[in-house]
């Protein structure tokens, strides 16, 4: 990327004498003497570039950085090619700002346009949006989306992410939804608690799939009991995952939901990340956020503008489904780089691969007394339960410079591979963790 390089001297007389002005004082005159600064700013004074690059440097050495990493939980380590980072550093797209001038705006648009179409492909639905700010925020959105007149309630499964259960919760509590959650059983949203809990109240059911827990859920039972009972199904999915397992919309989802960052998103100290969201037609109006749709102007020639407004910014505050204003924009252009830069293939290779080290990682562990705590299938996270403290295990993998699960308790912890983990690491990790007294 470009150097901000200041105006000179040259410049800002220049300019000054553009508008009629010799002087910046001359410019001021008007500002009353007693509210103008008469000494510096009590401030450090300014650094030299090499000066700042040794105090950055400095600082991010406090930062650890594991080689190894054996922890989800909502955001994964996955292999990023090199091509994300190269497109999305261009300043025509990283400095680029919302696209309301569609004439001036149509590399932006058609960059948002491509990454819907992606997502559409990816969940097998039919309209997606812009993204929204992360997956949470998706997944809130999608419940609120799906609520009408006689319908004011929903319920959601507890094993979704701890942090999209407190979006929704936000949610629901300021727009006046009733929410319910769930309970597990064995790992999985309890079935029976649904099928008892079903009524013309409920708007939605909102399931994880894979769970939190890793474990895969019987989503397509859960659509046929949500379909029965009137309510609109909800799938939040690890859009990796869909690489090897069915779409949302072969499952009988109405909405797709989930986190992008899985998709060529670094894990960043927690963000930027981007939620995705698609739908099926019939619903397509309810849609929050931006959708750029594809047109042809009076001679013919292809062109993107922002279509099906449904926020408050384009229709009438009470008359809007969603105050989302905005999209992710740059993570959008790094998922679509990414997709296309992998392609079906290579989607389908990092899904299995995935799952692949991580039910071997879960046969080594068990060997050493770390058990499966579930008997549920799951895709590339799993829990174990084990007579050794969490902590206690946790610590001596830390020590050794890797970062080990998600501990869920004393007893319990949620593992996760990628495809960037090795037999090596795994190896390694099991064999300390065999050692651990």
């Known amino acids: 990327m470009g150097k901000y390089v200041p105006n000179t001297e040259a410049e800002q007389k220049a300019m000054l004498s553009e508008i009629g002005f010799s002087s910046f004082d001359e410019l001021f005159a008007h500002v009353p003497e007693e509210v103008k600064l008469k000494k510096e700013l009590d401030i450090p004074s300014g650094l030299s570039e090499l000066e700042v690059r040794r105090d950055m440097t400095k600082l991010a050495e406090k930062n650890k950085i594991f080689p190894l990493i054996f922890r989800g939980a909502g955001a994964y380590r996955h292999f990023i090619p090199s091509i994300v980072k190269s497109v999305i550093s261009k300043e025509n797209f990283l400095t680029s700002y919302t696209p309301y001038q569609a004439e001036t705006s149509q590399g932006v648009l058609q960059s948002i346009f491509e990454y819907q179409t992606m997502i559409c492909d990816l ?61 597990e059983k064995d790992g999985l949203t309890d079935i029976d608690y649904l099928k008892a809990h079903l009524d013309p109240s409920i708007a939605c059911v909102l399931i994880q799939h894979p769970n939190f827990y890793g474990n895969l859920e019987p989503a397509r039972q859960i659509a046929d009991l949500s379909h029965e009972a009137g309510a609109k199904y909800i799938m939040s999915v690890n859009p990796i995952s869909l690489g090897i397992l069915k779409s949302p919309k072969e499952y009988g989802a109405d909405v797709a939901v989930g986190d992008g960052q899985p998709l060529g998103l670094s894990l960043a100290f927690g963000g930027p990340y981007l939620g995705f969201m698609a739908c099926l037609d019939k619903i397509k109006r309810n849609l929050p956020g931006r959708i750029v749709g594809q047109t042809n102007d009076k001679e013919g020639r292809i062109g993107y503008v922002l279509t099906l407004q449904a926020r408050e910014q384009h229709i009438r505050r009470e008359k809007a489904s969603s105050n989302i204003c905005s999209n992710q924009a740059l993570c959008a252009l790094a998922v679509a780089v990414y997709l296309s830069a992998v392609g079906k293939q290579g989607l389908r290779q990092a899904a299995e691969l995935s799952t692949a080290k991580a039910h071997y990682m879960a046969k080594e562990l068990e060997k050493i007394g770390f058990r499966p705590a579930y008997k549920a299938d799951f895709f590339h996270e799993f829990v174990t339960v084990s007579e050794t403290p969490s902590e206690k295990a946790l610590a001596a993998l830390e020590k050794q410079g890797i970062l080990g699960g998600y501990p869920l308790d004393e007893k319990r912890i949620l593992w996760c591979c990628t495809e960037v983990n090795d037999k090596r690491g795994i190896d390694e990790a099991v064999q300390i963790l065999k050692e651990v007294k």
Not at 139 to 150: D, G
Not at 167 to 173: G, L
Request: hydrophobic share 40%.
């Open 123 to 183: 969940t097998g639905m039919d309209v997606s949006n812009a993204s929204v700010y992360d997956g949470a925020t998706a997944a809130a959105e999608a419940v609120a989306m799906c609520r009408e007149r006689k319908r004011k309630k929903a319920l959601v499964s507890s094993l979704m992410q701890p942090d999209t259960l407190e979006t929704v919760k936000t949610y629901c509590h300021g727009n006046g939804m009733e929410l319910e959650f769930i309970p």
